[in-house]
């Protein structure tokens, strides 16, 4: 069975890095494309990017500059930076696994979550 | 982007009384090549993360009653849920994943009325 766990620091003060880890166990880590994804207080959803299987990250145009996603497939591990963050940046983190195959692309597998709270 | 839109905002339905979310997508959704539609919806309850419920805009994920379905294609998109139980009471999304940035409609509350 399939399952993300992720972490990272909870409380940030503006203008520093935001770090996040998501681990995965149970199935092979080559082929998915892993995705970070982030909700803001009672808000919706915003895709982040996401990083596939060749290691080729795409951003949303509207972080690109502050983002980064990587992998570490020696651990089945990928990862999140967010550099810069605001108040703005405030909401929980998911990471997810987007599917190969029939189910290309969509997210059938989430993490937990991870309230990040950026305050002065 | 594309831009994804959803109604109602929110609806309540009596239990074992159908229920139905819009989606509309600023551009199509349909591929031509494999005549596929990029969209899926996802369930949100509270404290918890989405849940796949349905891809390629009418594909049941594995283990989700049949009470759900969807339908549609190109721009204009619909969840059903024929008859409402108290676990489906949450937040439903529609994605579109044609193109990246792969954008989340605003969401549809659901409640029991």
């Known amino acids: 069975q399939v399952q993300l766990q992720q972490w990272g620091a909870g409380l940030l003060k503006p203008s520093e890095t935001l770090s996040l880890t998501c681990a995965v166990y149970?199935?092979?880590?080559?082929?998915?494309?892993w995705t970070w994804i982030r909700q803001p207080p009672g808000k919706g959803l915003e895709w982040i990017g996401e990083i596939n299987h060749s290691e080729s990250a795409d951003y949303n145009p509207s972080l690109k500059s502050r983002v980064t996603i990587s992998v570490d497939t020696s651990k089945n591990q990928f990862s999140l930076k967010l550099s810069s963050v605001t108040a703005a940046d405030t909401a929980v983190y998911y990471c997810g696994r987007g599917e190969m195959g029939s189910r290309q692309l969509v997210l059938a597998y989430w993490g937990q979550g991870t309230l990040v709270t950026v305050s002065s | 982007d594309i831009v994804m839109t959803q109604s109602p905002d929110s609806l309540a339905v009596s239990l074992g009384e159908r229920a139905t979310i819009n989606c509309k997508s600023s551009h199509s959704l349909l591929y031509s090549t494999n005549n596929k539609n990029y969209l899926a919806w996802y369930q949100q309850k509270p404290g918890q993360p989405p849940k796949l419920l349905i891809y390629?805009?009418?594909t049941r994920e594995s283990g989700v009653p049949d009470r759900f379905s969807g339908s549609g294609s190109a721009t204009d998109f619909s969840l059903t849920i024929s008859s409402l139980q108290a676990e489906d009471v949450a937040v439903y999304y529609c994605q579109q994943y044609f193109i990246t940035p792969r954008t989340f409609g605003p969401g549809t509350k659901v409640d029991v009325k």
């Open positions: 149970g199935g092979s880590f080559s082929g998915y494309y």
């Open positions: 390629w805009a009418s």
